[in-house]
């Protein structure tokens, strides 16, 4: 047994100040103020020393490190997100993987996945196949023909339910179909809002198919407006509008993929309960530097393709709640929720991670209030300690 004494506890809802957590094995096993705890005999004690304790932060869309994609070194992967905190990770495979290549991958994902560190992965994030191809790398996108059955279904049969959420774009054609084959073979799966300018009414239509989160709410595709000068309704405003959706953020350092008061805006309408952060880090394709000329904001936090275009970023998720917490003023509970409750409650983990409750596994973090990571435990043991 392991006992956290002289800790700031982050909870769903509030903090705990001397606070103490107790782990037993995999698993939290007391959580309550000091004066309310006996420490048994023989326990470890761990001085926290004032630090936050922090529920392990969840990444439920990533494509890898600055250096690697997790469908080719998915350890060095893992290595490199938990020593920021990131104790769940869905890693991301992108429309520009042919079939054979997104079915490999998995198998390589899945199999690191069973041991050591590589026990943070949790499933997968299909963002796509089948989007609008207006993202980035558009020259390397492979499914932005004909959706054909032929073609998906060996992918769907050999991913199964290991892939927890698919991106689509409701906007193309035979996109129903695709979305009740994924669903014949696994009820469960969720699907994600992608890059796409479809229009409101078009995401209407697909959501009974189990659309529960869009995309990097923002920064995804605009539906037309009806009018000269006017603006339509699409992705964005069917999940903001909709209150059992989610919203991805991806939330860098000087506001570019989602300008600060938007990132206010979509916190005030969507509440700290439905904003998940997400990092869509990738590893770095080339030395591309601000040119503001062709109206390309630079980010030392960013990631940009072949051509110059935003392309995700090379951000972690402590990062991320920094940055929330820079941008809107909202604390570091709320910044933590965002980036751990959320995304539990999404893919239906909340009753095992995702906050630090009794008989929850015990995937916890030490964090100060900038949220810089000291210590990670995964599963009751400490992998890092920084």
């Known amino acids: 047994m392991k006992v956290i004494v002289n800790a700031n506890v982050i909870l769903e809802d509030g903090i ?21 705890y006996t420490i048994p005999n023989g326990a470890e004690i761990i ?52 079939a054979e290549r997104l079915i490999d991958g998995t198998k390589k994902i899945k199999e690191t996945a069973k041991s050591g560190i590589g026990k943070i992965i949790d499933g997968i994030y299909m963002e796509g196949p089948y989007m609008s191809g207006r993202g980035s790398n558009q020259k390397y996108i492979l499914w932005g023909g004909e959706i054909i059955k032929e073609e998906y279904q060996p992918v769907i049969d050999e991913v199964g339910s290991y892939a927890r959420i698919w991106a689509i774009d409701p906007a193309r054609e035979g996109i129903e179909g695709f979305m009740q084959d994924v669903k014949a073979d696994n009820p469960s799966a969720i699907f994600a809002l992608g890059h796409s300018s479809a229009t409101s009414t078009q995401c209407r239509q697909v959501y009974k198919y189990g659309v529960k989160v869009q995309t990097h709410h923002g920064d995804s595709g605009k539906a037309k407006g009806c009018a000269q000068g006017t603006i339509g309704a699409g992705c964005d405003e069917f999940t903001l509008y909709n209150q059992d959706m989610y919203a991805e953020l991806i939330c860098d ?28 880090c990738m590893p770095k394709s080339g030395d591309f530097t601000n040119n503001e000329k062709d109206g390309i904001v630079f980010g030392p936090d960013l990631n940009y393709d072949y051509e110059g275009h935003l392309a995700g970023s090379h951000l972690t998720l402590d990062n ?3 940055n929330l917490m820079r941008h809107t003023g909202h604390g570091l509970c709320h910044a933590i929720r965002c980036a751990s409750l959320n995304p539990a409650k999404l893919l239906g983990i909340d009753d095992k991670v995702g906050s630090i409750e009794k008989g929850k596994i015990a995937n916890l973090i030490l964090i100060d209030g900038m949220v810089n990571v000291k210590s990670v435990y995964l599963q009751g043991e400490k992998v890092i300690e920084q």
């Not at 350092?253 to 869509?280: A, N, W």
């Open 320 to 322: 991320a709640c920094r």
């Open 47 to 98: 001085d926290a020393n004032g630090l936050y304790v922090a529920p392990g932060l969840i990444d439920i869309h990533n494509h890898g490190s600055e250096e690697y994609l997790w469908v080719d070194e998915p350890l060095k992967c893992a290595e490199h997100f938990i020593k920021h905190g990131q104790t769940t990770i869905l890693p991301t495979l992108y429309c520009n993987l042919n």
């Open 16 to 36: 705990i100040f001397d606070g103490v957590v107790e782990i037993n094995g995999d698993r939290i096993g007391n959580v309550c103020k000091k004066s309310e």
């Open 253 to 280: 350092e000087v506001g570019v993929h989602v300008q600060p008061d938007m990132i206010k805006m979509v916190m005030k309408v969507k509440g700290t309960e439905r904003i998940i952060l997400i990092t869509d």
